[in-house]
T-cell receptor, first 110, second 113 residues
C-alpha cells in the first residue's frame, strides 16, 4: 500500500540555520512527489513538485528512489518559513489524487 | 479570481443530522477533489469529480457519504446521519486538468455533537 511518512511532527530551528524536513514513501510504481505548505491562517498551497526540479523560496527537494525519500531542504531558514509542511505522493496519473503525510510543523525562531 | 470557495467554514451538527458542504472551484477549473483531515493526521483523498461525473470515489466511505458536481453550481459533499467520527476538516481542491496543480479551498470544519 502507498504510504507517506513524515517522522517529525515539530521542527524548531533558528533563523539562518539549515532546515531539513524528512519524507519517506512507499510506492511500487513510479512516484510523483510534492511538497505542500500551509502558512498560518492561509490555505494549503503547492510549494514544489519533484518533476519540475525547481527551487521555490530557497527550498529544494531531491527524489532519492534508492532510499525512497523526498526530503525538503533550505540552507538558511527565515522566520517567514514557519508553517506546516506536507509531503504528498500522487497515487495515479492524476496530480489531484494524493496521499499526504501527517505533516511537519516548522518553527523558525529569531 | 477569488480562488476555491467553500462554505460554510464551520458547521455544527447533532448526531443523526445531515451535513452539506459546498465547494465552488476556481474559474476555469473543471476538476474537483475532496479531502478529509482528521486531527493529527494528513489529508485523506475522498473523491474526484468532473462536471456531472464521479471519476474516482475510492476514498469515500461506503455508506452515508455522497458527492456531486452538477453542470451548474458548486460541488456538494453530503454526509447523512452524521456520527461523532465524522468530525473533521473537509477540504476541496480544484484543477484545470488531471495532471495540473491543485488549488485548495479554506476548508469546512465539521463538528458533530
Amino acid at each position: 500500500a502507498q504510504r507517506v511518512t513524515q517522522p517529525e511532527k515539530l521542527l524548531s530551528v533558528f533563523k539562518g540555520a539549515p532546515v531539513e524536513l524528512k519524507c519517506n514513501y512507499s510506492y511500487s510504481g513510479s512516484p510523483e512527489l510534492f511538497w505542500y505548505v500551509q502558512y498560518s491562517r492561509q490555505r494549503l498551497q503547492l510549494l514544489l513538485r519533484h518533476i519540475s526540479r525547481e527551487s521555490i523560496k530557497g527550498f529544494t527537494a531531491d527524489l532519492n528512489k534508492g532510499e525512497t525519500s523526498f526530503h525538503l531542504k533550505k540552507p538558511f531558514a527565515q522566520e517567514e518559513d514557519s508553517a506546516m509542511y506536507y509531503c504528498a505522493l500522487s497515487l495515479t496519473d492524476s496530480w489531484g489524487k494524493l496521499q499526504f503525510g501527517a505533516g511537519t510543523q516548522v518553527v523558525v525562531t529569531p | 479570481n477569488a480562488g476555491v470557495m467553500q462554505n460554510p467554514r464551520h458547521l455544527v451538527r447533532r448526531r443523526g443530522q445531515e451535513a452539506r458542504l459546498r465547494c465552488s472551484p476556481m474559474k476555469g477549473h473543471s476538476h474537483v477533489y475532496w479531502y478529509r483531515q482528521l486531527p493529527e493526521e494528513g489529508l485523506k483523498f475522498m473523491v474526484y469529480l468532473q462536471k456531472e461525473n464521479i471519476i474516482d470515489e475510492s476514498g469515500m466511505p461506503k455508506e452515508r457519504f455522497s458527492a456531486e458536481f452538477p453542470k451548474e453550481g458548486p460541488s456538494i459533499l453530503r454526509i447523512q446521519q452524521v456520527v461523532r467520527g465524522d468530525s473533521a476538516a473537509y477540504f476541496c481542491a480544484s484543477s484545470q486538468g488531471s495532471a495540473r496543480d491543485l488549488f485548495f479551498g479554506p476548508g469546512t470544519r465539521l463538528t458533530v455533537l
